[in-house]
């Protein structure tokens, strides 16, 4: 294949283009220079290192203003400004808290992992994990739904109250503790109740049997026996739905889930007659 001749100008172009790119070159490199100065300068005016009461107190101000997500940053700041001061500590802790009330809960319990990681014998540990605990407690969700948080705050408290027991925290904890496992309680009674209606009674009964078992303290329980009264009495297992029925009315003959059990059982309604000799005992 034959090529064409060189155009007569050629050199003059090449090295009027060269002149060109050297020159793009240099006015590239002077721009990023400038472009990075005034960045540097920028940042220069934005950082101003302020005394670390100064900063705190500030950050104080903004947490009792309800400025929760400014709050925090300030004593963020507290830290970054001044790491080795006896301000930090704290700051980190109270960042945490901030982070809590503004409801930016993964970032509290982000930030509470790093204070126990950090300072695992500091008097606020403690603190740190009720907070934590906290953090989950409040994502707790109803019934119908996955019950995480409710687990992994139960987790948090007891942990709170096995290493902390004397806690000033451990009280509320405890509370909390309950709390959680009535609400945990609702959910094995919420799945009991839909195999009970599907007629799936030896499902329905392992779900009831692990709520008087498992959540025996819970608000649940009475309802647990009496809808074990009603799976054994469907699957034709009188003499186990009587004795069922027995433990409800012996420890909770007060309870409406009692009468229900009674009518149920005996095949009437109200009642017992006499409340002196209950009709558990005629068994």
């Known amino acids: ?28 490199v002077l721009l990023l220079c400038l472009v990075a100065a005034a960045c540097a300068s920028s940042e220069e005016e934005a950082y101003v290192e302020l005394p670390v009461a100064a900063l705190y107190n500030d950050a104080s101000d903004a947490l009792e203003s309800r400025k929760f997500g400014g709050a925090a940053a300030l004593y963020e700041e507290v830290e970054r400004q001044h790491p080795y001061s006896v301000w930090a500590t704290k700051a980190q ?16 319990i982000a930030a509470l992992d790093r204070f126990i990681h950090l300072h695992p014998a500091h008097r606020d540990v403690p ?14 969700v109803d019934v119908s739904r996955d019950q995480e948080m409710t687990l992994l705050a139960q987790s948090n408290l007891h942990m709170l109250i096995t290493r902390y027991p004397l806690s000033i925290y451990a009280s509320d904890a405890k509370v909390k503790i309950d709390l959680t496992n009535d609400h945990l309680a609702g959910k094995e009674m919420n799945i009991g109740r839909y195999y009970l209606r599907q007629g799936h009674y030896l499902a329905a009964i392992n779900r009831f ?63 017992p007659a006499s409340e002196t000799e209950p009709w558990y005992q005629f068994w």
């Not at 603190?127 to 707790?140: D, H, N, P, V, W």
């Not at 959540?215 to 699957?235: D, I, K």
Request: glycine share 6%; charged share 20%; aromatic share 16%.
């Open 93 to 108: 802790i109270m960042a945490a808290y901030a982070r809590y009330q503004g409801n930016d809960y993964d970032a509290a």
């Open 127 to 140: 603190y740190a994990y009720y907070l934590k605990g906290l953090s989950y407690y409040e994502q707790i």
């Open 209 to 271: 049997k692990r709520v008087v078992g498992t959540y025996g303290t819970t608000s649940h329980v009475p309802e647990s026996l009496h809808r074990l009264t009603e799976a054994y009495l469907a699957l034709g297992l009188r003499e186990e739905s009587k004795k069922t029925a027995a433990v409800l009315g012996y420890n909770f003959s007060d309870s409406e889930w009692y009468v229900d059990s009674y009518e149920l059982v005996e095949n009437r309604l109200g009642r």
């Open 1 to 28: 294949m034959s090529s064409s001749a060189p155009h007569p100008d050629m050199p003059d172009m090449i090295r009027s283009f060269g002149y060109h790119k050297f020159f793009c070159r240099v006015m590239t």
